[in-house]
């Protein structure tokens, strides 16, 4: 089987480019307006590359928060990229390290989940995703720095970040072998983590849905498919 | 337009506590057999997360947030389009408010 190349990864990207023009310009906005100056944006676009984690260090820097604070908050709220690495991991085998260290560089949400249906995975073609996404996240940033005296509706374009999601929510769902787990696991993660966030706001509520979901996830298939032929 | 640099040491600290998880179990992981238990549940990741992270962003996103995000949900399961879906949502999202 041919190997998919690097174009063939930067074609599918097309989505989550479009998705990151959006929630990047309303970055871009939000950025310039606390005080950054456009290499600064430019910066935090290009060498953090984290969306959400570019939302909290913005409005902690603008309620004057000190800098450790600022740094272990983005810990903590990147910390479920443990867990998107380490589910790509078994697609990568017997790639180069120094490969996979670039391509975990960046590693985002949406590109996890575009490269995650795909066995086995081309360091190309996971380049080629990268690339794309990371640029379009970076001119989206100063795009939005550029308009920011000018935009005002932020809230609109960041929606994009949701739907996104549910698209790519959906396009999970369709390839795992049980629809009605799959399904399961989404409703009961969808609802722990409202629930946490509710309960105690913070980057925690992402982590442990994740961790009782995917675990809920096991154990209905482990349970269904019983002792015998469990491997 | 220029870099402060107590913001370029900020966005440094920041990008290096976000570089470790995001490398290191790639690195570490893609050497080893994974147990079929922990490859198993790693395959449930993907969703886990997707749902999470999508439920925690309606709870701020206001009363039109939940109209939107169906809308986004029908045209993706009905076309199979990412790129649909963030149009439907955000148009749906921009006309309700």
Redesign the interface.
Known sequence: MKRESFAAGMRAAVPVVLGYLGIGIAAGVVERAAGLSYAEVLLISAVLYAGSAQFVVTSMLSLASSASAIVLTVFFLNLRHLLLSAALAPALRGVPAWKNALLGLQLTDETFVVASGRRPLSPAWMAGLNLAAWSAWAMANLAGAALSGAARDTRTLAFALPAMFAGLLVLQVRIQPRLRGALGVALFSGAAGAGIQLAAPGPGAVIGATVLGATLGLSLERWKSGPKSSR | ????P??????????L???V???????????LE?P??L?????????????????????S?GAA?LP??TA??A???AT???????????AL??LL?
């Open positions: 337009m220029e870099v402060r107590e913001i370029l040491a900020l966005v440094l600290g920041c990008a506590v976000t570089a998880p995001r490398v290191l179990p790639l690195v570490a992981l893609s050497r994974l079929p238990w490859a198993d549940w790693l395959r449930y990741v993907p969703i886990a997360v997707l749902a999470a992270l999508l439920a925690i962003e309606l709870l996103a947030g939107a995000i986004a949900f045209l993706a399961a199979r389009s990412l790129l649909g879906s963030v149009i439907a949502g955000v999202y921009w408010n």
